[in-house]
């Protein structure tokens, strides 16, 4: 014979029951843009605007995901983007490790007031630098090219990278170090074959963080770029918005497009995502 | 020879050089720049002219948008940030229940912080279409009339907060989980000795302890939501009728429409000073309600 559970227990699952059903429903809010985005994506212009919608698409119109390539170069965007995100990656992996080093394992006289001068710079707004910086760029003929989406990286990296790689660095036992000046090493060759092999976890949490901020930036691409086949993803998005505001099955496809190297690389890589996103909130 | 003291030093300035040299390319030369585009009239073409205190008094006096950008964005500020931090709040309370598959809850409420404003703009764009986009169809399957949300000067600013609370579950509310987690079992467990239900523990123990972490996390979404652009500037360029005209955008259609460069200079600085005071406002405000453990 069954026997119903006591009147505390019951509560409990009433309880549980409850949360439940309130987290998966707002976890369905947030999906739900994304459903439409997608189901969107796969009808065709005429499917779409009209007032009976279907989330379900009747015929899948894949044959959309091939057409939106011959609508807008982006194939080309893609390229760009990736070419751009690349190497602003390798630069700022480079630099920000290179002077990590100098505030973490190296001594000198002056060192933590430079570091402070350093973390000073995050306070600066973008807006106040953005105007000389544009105009020092059409002086040396660097507008409509790459340079200036590219070239900073290899400037320092971002103070907040030098940051969390210095805070890692500073983990690493100085035992490591000393042995292998007796053993004949230069500072140079320290850092490259000891600090960085170690570092990696830190130097994939900047790279994921930073293929996030170039992949996604829209601002620099709009300032410096005008020629339309030199655009990225953003730039060249945004292009097609300002040309075709009625194509909306299109401009889905573009934006799933764009938006699935960042969610696959969020599956794949989330702890390192989460681990960067933690320790920025550490820099406020 | 060097000094071994003087040999080190120079390898470290060595290794220090790559920001050194972008610190004075990308951030003292352009500050001194845009001080001094500020005090003249310049449009790229022609050398600067100076003009004193020009621009200033013109965009204090005598440009009315500059005023109805800094309405706008205030607007927007303060109807976003107490919202944002709410929600992020939230989302971290129901990730913070002992129950199976918060991983996967947790994922779904995060994706959308890391997704790129052209593709959140390009996404909400078509949401807020109002004859065919999902909200309005939604409503009008209730029977409810739907506004023209971004065709609209009474609703875009609200569409547009709204369409910001999709990103509320990033790394904020990480944050905000992880202080959650921490807060010691036992005190929520002497308030319900104490006879006191789920809004004595928030009110009374959580609100409380995570206050710093509150407090901090405004400061930044304040000046975060300051800069508000690229939405704008794809979604509805500062229209209808100028209401989602902000401050960053009149910025940008000054310099790089107008190439009003010393204008738009002077611009960045009042917002630098406008962020400065209303982050110390703020700072002198934490002090009656910021609770920190172990006093200060």
């Known amino acids: 014979m069954m026997t119903l559970p006591s009147a505390p227990k019951m509560l409990r699952m009433a309880k549980r029951t409850l949360s439940y059903l309130f987290v998966s429903s707002s976890a369905l809010l947030f999906l739900i843009p994304f459903l439409w985005m997608v189901s969107s994506s796969l009808q065709t212009e005429q499917e779409i605007a009209t007032t009976d919608m279907r989330w379900i698409p009747e015929t899948f119109h894949w044959e959309n995901y091939l057409n939106v390539f011959e609508a807008m170069p982006l194939w080309t965007y893609f390229q760009n983007s990736i070419f751009v995100t690349g ?39 973008m807006q106040v630098t953005m105007i000389p910086v544009f105009v020092l760029y059409k002086n040396i003929g660097w507008l409509n090219t790459f340079k200036p989406l590219i070239v900073p990286a290899f400037f320092g990296g971002g103070a907040f990278n030098i940051f969390l790689l210095r805070q890692f660095f500073l983990t690493i036992p100085r035992e490591l170090f000393d042995s292998a000046r007796i053993d004949g090493c230069n500072e140079f060759q320290i850092y490259w074959r000891i600090v960085l092999p170690l570092a990696k976890p830190a130097l994939a949490t900047v790279g994921i963080m930073t293929f996030l901020f170039t992949w996604n930036d829209f ?9 339309k086949l030199k655009s990225t993803m953003a730039l060249g998005i945004v292009m097609f918005v300002g040309q075709h505001k009625t194509e909306w099955a299109l401009l ?8 699935l190297p960042v969610i696959l690389l969020f599956l794949f890589f989330q702890r390192y995502f989460i681990r960067g996103f933690m320790m920025s909130g550490i820099k406020g | 020879m060097l000094g071994h003291r003087k040999q080190d030093t120079l390898i470290a300035w060595l290794f220090v050089a790559p920001w050194a040299i972008g610190f004075l390319i990308f951030g003292l030369y352009p500050i001194i720049m845009s001080l001094y585009y500020s005090l003249c009239q310049y449009d790229v073409l022609r050398v600067p002219r100076f003009i004193g205190l020009q621009n200033y008094s013109q965009l204090l006096f005598e440009d009315p948008y500059f005023w109805k950008s800094l309405w706008n964005t205030l607007y927007y500020v303060v109807f976003r940030t107490p919202l944002s ?29 890391i997704i790129s404003g052209v593709v959140l703009s390009v996404i909400w764009l078509w949401m807020f279409n109002p004859e065919y986009g999902l909200i309005n169809s939604g409503l009008a399957f209730f029977g409810l009339p739907g506004p023209l949300w971004l065709q609209s000067a009474s609703w875009s600013k609200p569409a547009l907060v709204l369409m910001s609370l999709w990103t509320v579950g990033g790394g904020r509310m990480l944050v905000f989980l992880a202080a959650l987690q921490g807060i010691p079992r036992h005190l929520y467990e002497a308030v319900e000795l104490e006879g006191g239900g789920w809004w004595t523990k928030f009110r009374h123990v959580t609100v409380p302890l995570i206050s710093p972490i509150l407090f901090l996390w405004t400061v930044m979404e304040v000046i975060f939501s300051m800069q508000v652009f690229v939405e704008a500037y794809i979604m509805t360029n500062g229209g209808p009728a100028n209401s989602t005209l902000f401050f960053n955008l009149h910025l940008y259609n000054k310099s790089f429409n107008d190439f009003q460069m010393g204008y738009a200079s002077a611009m960045a600085w009042l917002l630098l000073v406008i962020t400065l005071v209303v982050t110390w406002f703020q700072f002198r405000l934490s002090r009656r309600m910021v609770y920190y453990e172990g006093g200060k």
């Open chain 1, 87 to 125: 190497l602003f990656i390798l630069g700022t992996l480079l630099s920000a490790s290179l002077v990590a080093y100098a505030f973490s394992v190296l001594q000198w006289p002056g060192r933590d007031k430079v570091f402070i001068l350093v973390l000073a710079t995050m306070m600066l707004p």
């Open chain 1, 219 to 227: 601002l620099g691409p709009l300032i410096y770029l005008s020629d």
């Open chain 1, 252 to 259: 889905m496809v573009a934006s799933v497009i764009m938006m």
């Open chain 2, 85 to 113: 931090i709410f929600g992020s709040l939230l989302l971290a309370s129901m990730l913070n229940q002992q129950l199976k598959g918060m991983p996967i809850f947790r994922t779904i409420f995060f994706i959308p912080s």
